[in-house]
C-alpha cells in the first residue's frame, strides 16, 4: 500500500554556484511541484502543499501505465515560447470547471517533467541513493513511453557550467543534488542546494506554493 500523501523533499538555498562529482546538477523549473501516485490502474497527482490536483490535469491519465505501487515526483509545468510559463501553470491549478479543463488540457497541455522515483512496485526507494532513484527511474521511461512525460536531464560534476547556461537562457536557477543522498520527506536538506541568478526577478505572486 502506498502513503495516502507524501511531502517533497526541499532544497535549501546556497551562495555561488560550485562544481562537484559528488553532484548531479539539474535546472530548477518554473512550475508546480508534483507527486504522482500509480495504484491499481488509476493516478493521483499531488501538490507540494498536500492539494489533489488530479482533476485539473486529465492529460496525465496516462500515466496509469505504469507500474502499480509507483510514486514519482516532478513539476507540472506549461511551456510557452519554449520556456515554462509560470502564468499558464498557475491558472491551470484551481480550476474547477470540466470543460474549461478539458478545453486547456488540449490547448495548453502540460508536461510532466520527472526528476525522482520514490515508491516502485509498492517498495519505498526513500532510503536510496539518489544515483540508484535516478537510475531505475530512467530503465523504467526507458522502456515505456508516456506522452507528456519526460525524464529531466543533470549534469554530473560541471555545475557551474550548467548555471551559465541556465543564465543566459533565463530560467530559474539550478538544483545540486547529492548522488549518496536519500529522499528526506517534507524536509529541506543540505543534498539538495537551489542556486539562483542575482538577477532573478521575484515571482509575481505566492505561486502555486500554497497548493
Known sequence: MLPRSLKPMLAKRAGAPFD????LFEIKWDGLRCLAFIEGGRVRLQSRQLTELTLQFP???????LPSGTVLDGEL???DSGKPSLSKIQQRAPLQDHQRIQWLS???PATYLLFDLLYFEGQPL?????????????????????????VTGGARTHGRQLFAQVTRLGLEGIVAKRLDGPYLPGR???H????????TKP?????????
Not at 562537484?20 to 553532484?23: F, M
Not at 492529460?59 to 501505465?65: M, N, S, V, Y
Not at 539538495?192 to 538577477?199: A, N
Open 203 to 211: 515571482r509575481q505572486s505566492a505561486g502555486a506554493d500554497w497548493l
Open 20 to 23: 562537484s562529482d559528488k553532484h
Open 59 to 65: 492529460e496525465l491519465g496516462c500515466l496509469a501505465r
Open 126 to 150: 526513500l532510503g536510496s541513493p539518489l544515483s540508484f532513484r535516478r537510475e531505475k527511474l530512467q530503465q523504467l521511461f526507458g522502456r515505456l513511453r508516456v506522452p507528456g512525460v519526460v
Open 77 to 79: 509545468v506549461v511551456m
Open 106 to 108: 488540449r490547448t495548453s
Open 188 to 190: 529541506r536538506s543540505v
Open 192 to 199: 539538495w542546494l537551489k542556486i539562483k541568478p542575482i538577477t
